[in-house]
Structure formats: C-alpha cells, structure tokens
DNA sequence: CAATAAACGCGAATTATTTGCAATAATATC
DNA sequence: GATATTATTGCAAATAATTCGCGTTTATTG
C-alpha cells in the first residue's frame, strides 16, 4: 500500500464501472484524512459528480465494504475509504470542535492515553450481524431483507 | 432497582418538570426491552404526546444522560432509558429482521458466542469527548459548542 | 393565589437522503 | 471497431426525520 491503490481494478472487481466520476470520487476519499460529509465530498471534487449520484456511488460502495459510514451524532452520514484501501479502525471525535482522531480496533479498547484527546466523555458501539433465524435462512439473494420500512 | 424508579424525582434532578406527558414517556421507555423510536414511542403512548414535544423531551433527557440515543444504521434513531434507571450496555443488531440484543459493555467486547445470534459481520465504534484544546477551554457554559452546522 | 419559566400543540420549515426518468457512456461481444 | 447490454448520470421532484416559531397552558416556587 506504498502508491495509489488500483482504483479502477477495486471498482470493477465490486461489480461496478470505473466511470471517471467514481475514479475522482475514489482519489478525493484516499486524500481525505477523516471521515467526511456528501456534500463536502462534492465541494472536493469541484461539483464534478450530482449530489444524488453521489450518494447513490457511496451507497454502492458501501454495499461493497470499499467505503465505510460513519456516525458522529451529527445528523448526517459521513464516509471514508474502508478495506482493502485502508486498514479497520475506529474514530474518536470530539463533541466541542469536531475534530476526530482515527483508534485502532483491538476489540479491547481499554482506550489509553491518546495524544490530542484529553477526555473521552461516552462511545457508542453497535455490532451488526445475524439472529440464529435469519443466519439460518442463508444469504437470502441480493443481501438485506429488512429494509427499516415504518420502524 | 427492584420496582419502578421515581421517574418524577429523576425529572426533576435533571432540572425539569415531571409534567404528565414526560411522566408517561419515561414509563413508556422503562417497559421497552429495545431502543425505539420516537414515532413507535409516540404510538406507545397513545398519541399523548405530540411528536415535536416528544422530540423535544428526548433530546432534553438525551441532554442529561437520563435517555440514550441508539443508532442501528436506519436512517432515524432509537431511544432508550439510561443510567440510572438502566445499566449501560451496548447493542448488537440484526440486519435481517432487526432484532435487537443487549450486549453487556466489556470495553473489551471479544464477543463470545451470544445466544441469539449466529453471525456477526461487522460493527460500529465511536468514541465521543474533548480533545485537549476543547478540555482546556474549559466546560463552555451550556455545553455544546460545535453544533456541526455547515457540516 | 400570583409570578415565572418550562413544556405543549400546531403548523410550517429544514435537511439529509432518495427516487423517477430519460439521456449517456462503460463493458462485453462479435 | 461497431453493437448490444446495462450501469451510471443529471435534474427535478419526493420523502422522511427532525427542528422551529409562536401563542397557550401548566408545573413549580414562595
Ligand atoms: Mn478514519
Ligand atoms: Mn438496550
Ligand atoms: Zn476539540
Ligand atoms: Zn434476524
């Protein structure tokens, strides 16, 4: 992982197309540093790609684990490069000016004393999987069977 | 914590008013056995309170740690009751069907076979708190600083 | 009981995100 | 390289969750 990854290989190799728009949608998240919004995410690459096409490649993209949601309790998603871009890890942000520092995920985050954070004053943490039911009833074709419709 | 709490005195420490509405919500809450959201919530309380209002409270009991606010990746949040009616605890969601359960907070979460669940194929962690130069800036009265507008 | 500020309902406004649809362009095949 | 197939795109309109303004009600305090 010394240069730029592959970009249009990663997009092909997900089913998907390297259109020139998704190319600069892959560069402009590899330069990011931290998680960021749709919209910013336009500003960057110079309105160059339609919000809602936008959204729609995050959404394929996230479908394929290459691109991660991220919440900060913000009201809106944010986005960054995932696997096998960049490693797993986990975000510590601050509440007062939101600034946000990447923590690795040892799954033991006993967290220690971390450089610029001073407090850490709550975490959230969900994990995703399968009941014993669905998990049993196989990778139903096409994913997601609870779509969240009216709850 | 054998019976039910004292909700009106817990109101009423957090510097509110156990008005009848929010007295009915917090007893709506503590039946709950998952984070639900405000419009079940609503339901849940026959209507009684209007939905502006409710938001309105859960955000004010948010506010003092009293509620918690649950994110399971549906594009709307979940509430639940917290300390100290309820224990901190975690969530391990399924993306099939929505089932939700608790999963007890280790802070060192190598999760163990849970009854109900048969896979786990990913997870979310944030960390929430102050970098040095917020911590340093002191608790700004009233709390919140960056609102997260504009981005 | 009167004063004060919190809480309420209602309707309108915001915002993020999604969708329908017709036009384009990337890939696979010939 | 020309052609068929299908994903991607832009744009405008639609959703859905959450928030706000404001005039009215009511819990709390003394
Ligand atoms: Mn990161
Ligand atoms: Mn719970
Ligand atoms: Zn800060
Ligand atoms: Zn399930």
Same mark, same amino acid.
């Given at each position: 992982?010394?240069?730029?990854?592959?970009?249009?290989?990663?997009?092909?190799?997900?089913?998907?197309?390297?259109?020139?728009?998704?190319?600069? @949608?892959? /560069? !402009? #998240?590899?330069?990011?540093?931290?998680?960021?919004?749709?919209? $910013?995410?336009?500003?960057?690459? %110079?309105? +160059?790609?339609?919000?809602?096409? @936008?959204? /729609? !490649? #995050?959404?394929?993209?996230?479908?394929?684990?290459?691109?991660? $949601?991220?919440?900060?309790?913000? %009201?809106? +998603?944010?986005?960054?490069?995932?696997?096998?871009?960049?490693?797993?890890?986990?975000?510590?942000?601050?509440?007062?000016?939101?600034?946000?520092?990447?923590?690795?995920?040892?799954?033991?985050?006993?967290?220690?004393?971390?450089?610029?954070?001073?407090?850490?004053?709550?975490?959230?943490?969900?994990?995703?999987?399968?009941?014993?039911?669905?998990?049993?009833?196989?990778?139903?074709?096409?994913?997601?069977?609870?779509?969240?419709?009216?709850?």
């Amino acid at each position: 992982m010394v240069g730029t990854p592959d970009f249009a290989q990663m997009l092909r190799r997900c089913g998907g197309r390297a259109t020139p728009g998704r190319l600069r @949608l892959m /560069r !402009a #998240l590899w330069k990011e540093t931290a998680p960021v919004t749709a919209a $910013r995410l336009q500003k960057s690459l %110079g309105g +160059a790609l339609n919000l809602a096409t @936008l959204y /729609r !490649a #995050l959404d394929a993209l996230a479908e394929d684990g290459v691109v991660r $949601r991220v919440d900060f309790r913000h %009201g809106h +998603a944010h986005y960054e490069l995932a696997a096998p871009a960049r490693a797993h890890h986990h975000h510590l942000a601050c509440t007062g000016c939101g600034a946000v520092e990447d923590v690795a995920c040892t799954l033991r985050p006993r967290l220690k004393r971390t450089s610029a954070f001073s407090t850490i004053t709550d975490h959230a943490m969900e994990y995703f999987g399968l009941c014993k039911a669905c998990g049993a009833r196989g990778p139903e074709r096409g994913g997601r069977i609870w779509t969240g419709a009216g709850e």
